[in-house]
């Protein structure tokens, strides 16, 4: 690793939302300067709940705005439920955030949930995905892999991110953007996910944790040769100072590993 990912640690909810609206709008900004769109990976857990908070709150300019007509939100993992289901991240972003939005003002958002056609199909449900990315990413040059402007992930208490999971063969995929997993340690079971090396190819990437639930595994994956291993771990390794953590002061209670309150 390079330099290492950046922590930040906030002092209660209305905090940690202020500062990730910040750093979401500067690289929302620094997107369109660059190509006109904001793409941006989702993924689910607690993650849409803090977006809302961050995203909706008032503005207070013209440069402190979420320019969601110009957004493509895709999503960094998802299960293989239909779209109303309540494990469906689609679901829990579309009634935390998009729901809220109010487009008169922000715009709409262009979002790409997976097909609910492809249900019974975790690997065509995956391939076809992959479809979507590559003809967004793709549609005009031949690329290795998608480079989204931003991912804004979650980790789990056992480290894993996206549905990336400690020990899966999954992390050693080196080809495929997008893929299927049928035996997930985590319900449900079949699910589909961002490869590692795409979300190591992001512009940026931003982990949000919180709770005391969270202080063992993050001590763990920002201070142990152990944690470096799992996925969140791996993400960090691999991306290194375009990673930055957002935390409350539970989360990392007892991490020795440098922080910053503000950005």
């Known amino acids: 690793m390079g330099k290492p990912p950046t922590l930040y640690s906030f002092g209660d909810a209305s905090e940690l939302a202020s ?12 997107a369109l300067e660059r190509h006109g769109v904001f793409r941006v990976g989702v993924s689910g857990g607690s993650l849409p709940k803090t977006l809302a908070q961050a995203l909706l709150a008032k503005s207070s300019s ?23 289901h309540e494990d469906s991240n689609y679901k829990l972003l579309k009634e935390e955030l998009l729901d809220k ?11 790409f949930p997976v097909d609910e056609k492809y249900l019974d199909d975790v690997q065509e449900m995956a391939d076809q995905y992959e479809k979507t990315l590559v003809s967004t990413f793709a549609a005009r040059d031949s690329v290795k892999l998608p480079l989204f402007d931003l991912l804004l992930l979650g980790c789990g208490p056992d480290g894993h991110t996206c549905s990336l999971f400690p020990g899966h063969p999954l992390l050693r995929e080196s080809d ?11 319900p449900p079971p079949k699910r589909i996910t961002l490869s590692l090396p795409v979300v190591l190819h992001a512009s940026k990437i931003a982990f949000i944790a919180t709770g005391a639930g969270k202080k063992e595994i993050l001590k763990q994956i920002l201070e142990s040769e152990d944690g470096r291993a799992l996925p969140c771990g791996l993400v960090n390794e691999g991306a290194g100072d375009k990673v930055s953590w957002f935390t409350d002061h539970a989360a990392v209670e007892g991490v020795s590993f440098p922080r910053r309150s503000s950005l």
């Not at 939005?101 to 979002?111: R, Y």
């Open 19 to 30: 500062a990730v609206r910040k750093y979401v709008l500067s690289q929302q900004h620094a």
């Open 62 to 84: 013209d440069d402190d705005k979420a320019q969601f007509s110009k957004w493509e939100i895709f999503f960094c993992d998802e299960r293989c439920v239909p779209l109303n």
């Open 101 to 111: 939005i109010p487009t008169e003002e922000f715009g709409q958002p262009k979002v």
């Open 176 to 186: 495929a953007w997008c893929l299927s997993i049928s035996d997930s340690p985590k």
